[in-house]
């Protein structure tokens, strides 16, 4: 089952409750330009309103390349020409907004699966997703300050709240790239796996989330999202979106009465 293309710069499919978004510009290494924006635009737009759909896999096409981060020679263009803007942090008003990266109340969970360079707005991406999957050959970087530009779909922020503080400038101020093997030790991925396995990890993980309600996911990843910098009283006290309809959902009560009867929970998202 495919989604609301046709797309000329990635591909969008969709398997019974997973959908599969595969940046795919590999003769660039999936670098993103303002039509790529603007289709992952109306990707997300459907992810999120297909309730058939529980789960997200973004990745790039080829084996070079998660993505590159932003086409720099389209923007090279578009500055030679005049009709590039000045930017700074976020991309409101320009195509693809908002983009996954600033879709903060996205409740659905997404993986990424990293196999080669995640660089610049690519490194973004991962780190806007819940899930981060890496083969041992993947390199991280937020190169941007090489170029007089500015990690800022989230690369500033999400960095450094995700590692120490001090180790994220340090790659923010020098560009320099991360393996994922210092990445995973640094906590931020989830798993490293040679090449040649990354598929079948990301099938596991994608199989674990599937087991899980998927009210249940939604609501946990909302409240921690939402609560990292309440109190813990301020948080126990908080109401939470998605909590309140796992709560009162029939698979809430789903759970519990498969575990009695010794068979899998049939989960409906209701």
């Known amino acids: 089952m495919t989604g609301p293309g046709p797309f000329t710069t990635l591909r969008y499919d969709k398997c019974e409750r997973v959908a599969v978004v595969t940046l795919d510009r590999p003769q660039c290494l999936n670098a993103m330009n303002l039509r790529m924006h603007a ?23 080829g084996d070079r390349a998660f993505s590159s981060g932003q086409d720099l020679k389209e923007l090279a263009a578009l500055n030679g020409d005049g009709g590039g803007e000045p930017a700074t942090f976020g991309s409101r008003d320009r195509p693809g907004w908002p983009r996954l990266t600033e879709r903060f109340d996205l409740a659905k969970p997404v993986l990424a ?59 923010l101020i020098s560009g320099r790239p991360m393996s994922a093997a210092r990445a995973y030790e640094l906590g931020l991925v989830n798993e490293v796996v040679p090449a040649a396995g990354l598929d079948a990890c990301v099938d596991s993980w994608v199989a674990d989330i ?46 519990p009465l498969a575990f009695v009867e010794k068979r899998d929970p049939q989960w409906t998202g209701r």
């Open 210 to 255: 599937l087991r899980c309600a998927p009210l249940a996911v939604r609501a946990a990843k909302e409240a921690a999202a939402a609560a990292a910098d309440m109190t813990l009283e301020r948080a126990f006290r908080t109401r939470f979106r998605w909590e309140e309809a796992r709560m009162h959902s029939a698979d809430a009560r789903e759970g």
């Open 39 to 61: 289709e992952l635009a109306r990707v997300w737009d459907d992810f999120e309103a297909d309730d058939d759909v529980w789960l997200a896999v973004l990745t790039g096409a």
């Open 113 to 171: 699966r990293v196999n080669g360079l995640a660089f610049g707005g690519g490194f973004e991406l991962a780190l806007a997703c819940d899930v981060i999957v890496a083969a041992e050959t993947a390199i991280f970087a937020l190169p941007e300050a090489k170029l007089g530009l500015i990690a800022g779909a989230g690369g500033v922020f999400r960095l450094s709240r995700q590692i120490p503080s001090r180790i994220a400038l340090g790659h």
